[in-house]
Each structure stands twice: as C-alpha cells, then as structure tokens.
C-alpha cells in the first residue's frame, strides 16, 4: 500500500528562520514520483518540485531545498531565511503509476514578523 | 495567472438546488481531475479523465456527476447535497494520458457550503 506522513501538523517558526517540513512515504514500487505543493490561503495548490525515485540528488531553488533519501524513505523540505509569505500549508505527495497521487495531510507552516 | 481555472470560487446552495462547477485548463493537457479537500481530511480523487473519458470514479455519490465535453473542460454537477459535502473542490490537470508521474496542476478551487 501506498502512503504519505507528514508528521507535523503545525509549525509555528519567526521571520528569517530556517525551518524543515518533514516527509515520509511508503511504497513497494521500485519507480515512483515525488510532489510538493504549497497552499495559501487562496486555495490554489501550487507546485513546487517533483523527484523520481531513480534521481536522489538534492535540488535547490532560491530559499527552497529538497533532501531526497531513498535509503529512510524521505523527501524533506527546507525553506531557508522564511519570510512571512511562506506561511501556508504544505502537501507531500506521491506518485507510483496511474492516475492516482496520494498526498499527505499537509503541514501548517505559520512564519511571523 | 493559473493555467486552470475555476468558477465559481464561491457557491451557497441549499440541499434540494442544483448547480455546477465548471473548470477549464488553458495548459494544453489531456487528463483532467476533481479533487475534494473537506477540514481535517486528506486531498481526496473523486474523478480523472483521459482523453475526455472517465478513468477513475472514486466511489463517489451519485450526487456529483462529472462531465468532459473536451480536453479542456470539466464539469461537477451537483444535486441534492448535504451538508457533510462542503468543501473546498479542486479541479487539476496533467499533461499524459496515461497519469504515472506527470506533475498535476491546480485551479484555485471552488469554495461550497450546502446549508
């Protein structure tokens, strides 16, 4: 079976902060795709990076940083220096053939001034 | 400006009305989706279409019928709600007919309370 942790709920952290957004998956396939979205209040999901299980290099992107490891089933997210437009919640998600992307509960990230 | 979008952002409608909600992706993609997003649960699939035909038909009530007249539009009608079915619904597409890894992209949803 397939399925996505996302074990923080919340997290509250000030401006400039650097915070971590946790994410475990769980899946028998060998090939398999990686997703994060973020969700402002306005609702739209946006995404942000996608991965595939044969690829475990970590990707930059200005503030933003994914940590992939095959090897604890993770692929963690790092906002660096957090500004207060990134308070919004967070899906992990994931991908193993189909239509079908099982996304995880989401995490709250509120960052203040 | 998003690729798909959504209307109407906001509905109210009472448990006997019908209504719909309409999507239309702007990205050139063939396999459209409605998800619902209810508080405290995960994103839930509800329907995927490929090539304007239903491929995914998540055990949803017969209440919400989806319709795809072509590749870029996307119909939930609805009829005779109840109130556990408000909720935030979003509309997605991708770009493979075939689903497995392509990236999904969101409209900005359509916010319904069934009073």
């Known amino acids: 079976a397939q399925k996505v942790t996302q074990a923080q709920t919340e997290i509250s952290v000030v401006e400039k902060e650097d915070v971590t957004l946790d994410c475990v998956y769980e899946?028998?396939?060998?090939?398999?795709?990686l997703f994060w979205y973020k969700q402002p209040p306005s609702g739209e999901l946006v995404f942000l990076i996608r991965?595939?299980?044969?690829?475990?290099q970590n990707e930059i992107s200005g503030r933003y940083s994914w940590n992939f490891q095959k090897s604890t089933s993770s692929f963690n997210f790092t906002i660096t220096a957090s500004q207060v437009v990134d308070s919004a919640v967070y899906f992990c998600?994931?991908?193993?053939?189909?239509?079908?992307?099982?996304f995880g509960a989401g995490t709250r990230l509120f960052v203040k001034a | 400006e998003t690729g798909v979008t959504q209307t109407p952002r906001h509905l109210v409608m009472g448990m006997t009305n019908k209504k719909s909600l309409k999507c239309e992706q702007h990205?050139?993609?063939?396999?459209m989706y409605w998800y619902k997003q209810s508080a405290k649960k995960p994103l839930e699939l509800m329907f995927v279409?490929?090539?304007?035909?239903?491929?995914e038909n998540n055990s949803v009530p017969s209440r919400f019928s989806p319709e795809c007249p072509n590749s870029s539009h996307l119909f939930l009608h609805l009829h005779t709600l109840q109130p556990e079915d408000s909720a935030l619904y979003l509309c997605?597409?991708?770009?493979?007919?075939?689903?497995?890894?392509?990236?999904?992209?969101f409209g900005e949803g359509s916010w319904l309370t069934v009073v």
């Open positions: 899946t028998r396939d060998t090939t398999y795709y």
């Open positions: 991965r595939n299980s044969f690829d475990e």
């Open positions: 997605a597409s991708s770009q493979d007919d075939r689903g497995g890894g392509n990236t999904i992209y």
């Open positions: 279409y490929s090539l304007e035909e239903r491929v």
């Open positions: 990205l050139g993609h063939n396999a």
């Open positions: 998600a994931l991908n193993t053939g189909g239509f079908k992307t099982i």
